[in-house]
């Protein structure tokens, strides 16, 4: 995500003012601009009202540069059962500096979004991934949670920290591994969810509603809007043969970056040996 002017102007130029700077001289500058956006005619670091307004009201509107993925799989049976995080994002990072052609020196923050696992581990899996894919280490990051609409919020907070000035080129996107949750939940999701249920809650009239499951909304989804399992069927059957039809005839091709990587036949899971394919 960045400016539109920065994509046309700056994205290849870089920060050479700064290339005598220390890394970590340029990890604080960046952190500061975090804190203290620049304005529009650089003499100030005061955000200004009409630096807040979003691109909408801008001459110099926010843009997509870069808009790809991977391959999705099956939870516990895919190909990707057997990959961390990091190793999912760090070849999108390295395609997306290829293609666009940025400078890496000038991306201000990455933001992803991620549900499932400690925010700690998720923040470290994202660093590792930007270093690893070329990205200097004075250029921040963090993860966001807003459950199914984590990667949405992402989007949202790169586009609103460009609009206020904090920077101008961000990274934003979202990272999810439903086989990792699954390894790391003993007994599964539900079984880890118990052991930090707050019996207190259920005495709450709204707050007990934290703790219903999917399941559980969909049904109350389902018979507010008199949406019979037929209906639901019919729906399914129907995207699932748009999805495939689409997939098999390279609908998908441009926007899917291919990776490697190292996993096991499940299978072969249980027997003597259980060989490890790429």
């Known amino acids: 995500i960045s400016t539109q002017k920065e994509v046309l102007g700056k994205s290849k130029q870089g920060m050479r003012n700064s290339n005598n700077n220390s890394s970590s001289n340029k990890r604080i500058t960046v952190l500061q601009n975090h804190l203290h956006p620049e304005s529009t005619n650089g003499n100030s670091n005061i955000v200004r009202t009409q630096q807040c307004r979003g691109s909408s009201q801008s001459d110099d509107p926010i843009v997509l540069c870069y808009t790809k993925r991977t391959a999705v799989q099956k939870a516990k049976r895919g190909k990707f059962a057997d990959t961390t995080s990091d190793k999912l994002l ?15 020196d000038i991306i201000g923050d990455i933001v992803i979004g991620k ?5 700690g581990v998720g923040a470290t899996q994202v660093r590792i991934a930007a270093l690893m894919a070329g990205i200097p280490e004075h250029v921040p990051c963090h993860v966001v949670n807003r459950q199914c609409s984590s990667g949405l919020q992402a989007f949202a907070c790169v586009a609103a920290a460009i609009s206020a000035g904090f920077y101008e080129v961000g990274i934003a996107g979202g990272v999810e591994s439903m086989s990792m949750g699954l390894k790391n939940a003993k007994g599964g999701l539900g079984s880890a969810m118990k052991d930090v249920l707050n019996a207190d809650v259920f ?6 509603g934290c703790y219903m499951s999917m399941g559980q909304t969909s049904e109350m989804v389902a018979k507010k809007f008199d949406i019979s399992r037929e209906k639901q069927d019919y729906y399914a059957t129907k995207s699932h043969h748009r ?4 997939s098999f005839s390279g609908r998908f091709k441009d926007e899917i970056v291919p990776i490697q990587v190292t996993y096991k036949d499940k ?3 249980g027997r003597a040996s259980c060989r490890e394919r790429v």
């Open 267 to 269: 299978e072969e899971i």
């Open 90 to 104: 760090m070849p999108l990072f390295q395609d997306l500096l290829e293609t666009t052609g940025v400078s890496p």
């Open 203 to 208: 005495k709450h009239k709204v707050a007990r």
């Open 243 to 246: 999805a495939y039809k689409a």
């Open 115 to 119: 549900v499932l696992g400690d925010s």
